[in-house]
Structures are given as structure tokens and as C-alpha cells.
Antibody
């Protein structure tokens, strides 16, 4: 069974940067896209970004486009979400999730345990 | 694409049949998934493509619908089903989630 573990969350000042990492372990039926979904009490669940296995196609929510980047290291099963120019509204629990396909977006399964990002001065 | 859910919260008794609805702002065919989130835990996939049960999910859960209107049904509520349930569409990018339905035991 595939397991995902996030790291890198914490407190960051507005305008600052933070890098979240996602480590994948265990067995899976085939290569799959990796995505990030965040959750806040006020806005609920929100798609953030994703990267495909084939062609390294990337996807971003409009709210983070131009500020966040996503990358993957298939050889090491690590994926990273680089957050720059962060804003208070980026405060959330960030989940690393496995997509149901090698590219494109369908369902998310499994989910990591989440890492909390707080943007505050 | 905007997703709405009703009700926003629901109390039911053990053994009850529970129905949660999800509506999309436009036709999404069957590109609709359901998730269960227990307190303090990450969401878990329950149903994909509107009506397909994810691996390991009990058969008391079922999903139906296509186009705009979708339904998640629990045929006989169990205490471990206490959670918040979310729908999610993937007909368009970015995928979007409903606001959730919080289910508890009466």
C-alpha cells in the first residue's frame, strides 16, 4: 500500500518562501501523478498544484499560479511544492495526494497526513 | 465549476439510511468523487466516477447520479461512519470540492 508523508510545514512571514516535501513509499500499481490539496476551516478543501508522471505536466490553481512551483524526483520518490511570495490566505494544512492516473486529474488516493503552514508576521 | 452539498450537517441514528446530495454548477458527466474525513484525519476516497466503490470501502456505501445531481447513500449507518463527507468534480481543471456534510449520531 502506498504511503505519503509530508514535511516542511511551519511558520513563515508574508512574502517569504517555504518548501514542502512529500515522500512516497510502498507499492503502487503504476506511476501516478502527485498533487497537493490544502484545507482551511474557512475555505474547505482546495486544489493547489499537481505534476504528472509522463512529460512532467504541471497544474496550478489560479490562486497560486506564478507563486508556487512543483517538482518531482522519480528516482528518489520525492516531490516538492515550492511556495514563494506567500500570503496569509495560504495558511492551511497541505496534503500530498496520489492521483488516479499518470497524467491529468481524476481522484485522489491515498492522502498524506498533512503538514500545517502558517503565514503570519 | 461550483459544487454544493446538502445538508450541511445531519444527525441520524445507528441503522438509519442516510443520503447526502451534491450538485454541480454545470454538467460534469460522471466525473464525481466522494471522500470521507474523520476528525483529525486526512480525507479518504470512498467512491470514484460517481458510483464505483474504492478499495476496502464497505458495501453499505453507494453513489449514484450523473450530469449535475449526485447522491451518496449509507444504507445502514454505523458508529464509525461519523465524519464529514465531501464531493469533488474533475470534469474541469482545477478540480473543486463541495463544502462538506458533517454527519453525526443522534
Amino acid at each position: 500500500e502506498m504511503q505519503l508523508v509530508e514535511s516542511g510545514g511551519g511558520l513563515v512571514q508574508p512574502g517569504g518562501s517555504l518548501r514542502l516535501s512529500c515522500s512516497a513509499s510502498g507499492s503502487m500499481s503504476g506511476p501516478s501523478a502527485i498533487h497537493w490539496v490544502r484545507q482551511t476551516p474557512g475555505k474547505g478543501l482546495e486544489y493547489v498544484a499537481g505534476i504528472s508522471t509522463v512529460g512532467f505536466i504541471t497544474y496550478f490553481a489560479d490562486s497560486v499560479k506564478g507563486r508556487f512551483t512543483i517538482s518531482r524526483d522519480n528516482s528518489k520518490n520525492f516531490h516538492h511544492l515550492q511556495m514563494s511570495s506567500v500570503r496569509p490566505e495560504d495558511t492551511a494544512v497541505y496534503y500530498c495526494v496520489l492521483g488516479g492516473a499518470t497524467s491529468g486529474i481524476n481522484w485522489f488516493d491515498p492522502w498524506g497526513q498533512g503538514t500545517l503552514v502558517i503565514v503570519s508576521s | 465549476i461550483q459544487m454544493t452539498q446538502s445538508p450541511s450537517s445531519l444527525s441520524a441514528s445507528v441503522g438509519d439510511r442516510v443520503t447526502i446530495t451534491c450538485q454541480a454548477s454545470q454538467d460534469i458527466s460522471n466525473y464525481l468523487n466522494w471522500y470521507q474525513q474523520k476528525p483529525g484525519k486526512a480525507p479518504k476516497l470512498l467512491i470514484y466516477d460517481a458510483s464505483n466503490l474504492a478499495t476496502g470501502v464497505p458495501s453499505r456505501f453507494s453513489g449514484s447520479g450523473s450530469g449535475i445531481d449526485f447522491t451518496l447513500t449509507i444504507s445502514s449507518l454505523q458508529p464509525e461512519d461519523i465524519a464529514t463527507y465531501y464531493c469533488q468534480q474533475y470534469d474541469d481543471i482545477p478540480p473543486t470540492f463541495g463544502p462538506g456534510t458533517k454527519l453525526d449520531i443522534k
